[in-house]
DNA sequence: CTGTTAGCGCATTCAA
DNA sequence: TTGAATGCGCTAACAG
């Protein structure tokens, strides 16, 4: 690898302002009083050289690293990466900064797991993923860990939540308000706890209506699009009728609804469609599509937040982050 | 901050296996030879205690970061985040790691390139954004810097290339082919070479069947899905006949699909739409989007590739992507 | 208040 | 071949 040209150190600016570079040093990380004329002459000539301390040097002589460890699943997912802008964000400014490694897979993440422990990282917050828990149970026990998009049993105070089932009922009720009776719902990951809260939500909404969950209306997807497409046709070609889908996220009611258009049902005229997100996206589909709301960059957000109390010593605070329907195109009374 | 648990270091491996660190040193980065029983009880040591090098204290004492700075315009971008993608997996295995700084308004570019600068990365990779090329031209003379998905005049040389204007007439052609001849354009981000490109592969396309280029069916859009919505809005209200639509990107097209949708007019039956990109969701739109494919996993590794190349000291070597037509269902025949 | 000293964890001379 | 010594850039403990 090519050498850098050599950037200024503390050394530089202490020879410039006639100081030691301790004193370089407390005037920038203000630990302790300098007399005020030695502090103007450290400020004059970090701003005439533009000197940046090293973050890899102050890692090093502190002893923990301002690298906060982002292990994602899959950093190109359209819902993770809302998370993930949320995420960096809401460092900025902080002194922390993200070190972002992603694993879908199990290999794959054994090594970003090892990226982040060899990067010294002094804290993680975990997106989604479907690792075996062990491995971040153990990391917990070494470090400040917040969990997002998923949870984990034994460390369930740790893990961020949403009300899920409250959204399946939000996006359920939203469809029986509409008249809708045969309501097919798509699930997300089996045995995925958002998946289940969602499932619970819509099952709960049927109940308060005195309806009972049909089995056969209900589709195991996994939260990409593929599956939605495939759950419609499964749905169709067994013959079961329906007027309306809950689909478990956006991507999967992506996948339903281009299913639906290649049946020659019309969203929403011949069968409503709700998702699950809210994703940018879902703006633009067409029809636009009515789903539950998460707030994904505040839910980022709010993760660092409870990372930086937890540096900070301060007990582990998650809010439990609310969902909202938003109605749009993509669902329409029902007329039998 | 909390204090971590202390790693081990080299100095608890050198102890075990009854050496020195540096041959602890030698053995790990294969820098001189070792007596083989010596390196062998070394190995041992570290498997025992599961060392890992700090990645820090590496980079401090080689005076050079294997991390490599990825300045991204959105990292929640569909079309970006592929080439991160593309990035990161290519990365991994080679010691060097990213670290990714998004800044897609000015004052967050300073502040992504502090970060990167304050970790003393070794090398970079932009990807897209619309920073002032100045300050890539100075990150350029301190460091290898490799640019992807934008031109920086004054270093084309390091800028990864798409056969743009190829893949612009090829989406012409197509809808040509189909017979049509009132092809609307909605272009990207002004003055975006990429999008210049892409004009200019419509303008040449037209010219070589003898279509004059129509002003009227160019509409000016900024690669997001809202001003492809605006820009066949535009198209409709002011009254321009047209039978295909030629988006700048995939996401204008979606948003494109929209419009043409609120509007009555069918896809592909009333209007044909071509995109550019491939994003993966444009299998799942309805219907499925006819686009250029640009390989963006390819784009990002051949990025990484070429920085390897740069580190090592070998001339820079980029290769010249082709794009390549997809044809799904937003595009059929026209029939006056 | 401030300079000097001593590491942080590792790579790299330099001798031996 | 190998250990001891030195230093990377910075912080922190210790005198003064």
Redesign the interface.
Known sequence: ?????R?CTIHDIARRAGVSPSTVSRVLNQTSPVRPEKRRSVIEAVEALKY??????Q??AR????AVGVLVQ???S?FY??I??GI?GRL??TGL??????GVEKR?TA?AL??L????V?SMIVVGGRMFDADIIRMS????VVVVGRAIAGMEERCLRVENIEGGCRATRHLLDLGHRRIAHLTGVHNHPDAIDRREGYARALSERGIDVDPALIVTGDFE?ISG?RGVEALVSDGVGFSAIFAGNDQMA??A??AL?RHGLRVPQDVSLVGFDDL??S??????LTTIRQPTIAIGAAAVDALIG????QPLCLPVFPTELVVRDSTAPFFG
């Open positions: 690898m090519r050498e850098l040209k950037q940046r301390p090293s973050i890899v040097a890692g090093l002893g923990r690293s301002p899959d950093i190109s359209p990466s809302r993930l802008l960096e900025v400014g900064y993200p070190i972002f490694a992603s794959q090594q090892q990226l422990n060899d990067n010294r002094g026990a070494r470090m400040p699009e497409l992506y996948g609804q281009l258009h940018p996206h703006t633009f589909t067409v029809p636009a937890l540096l900070q010593g």
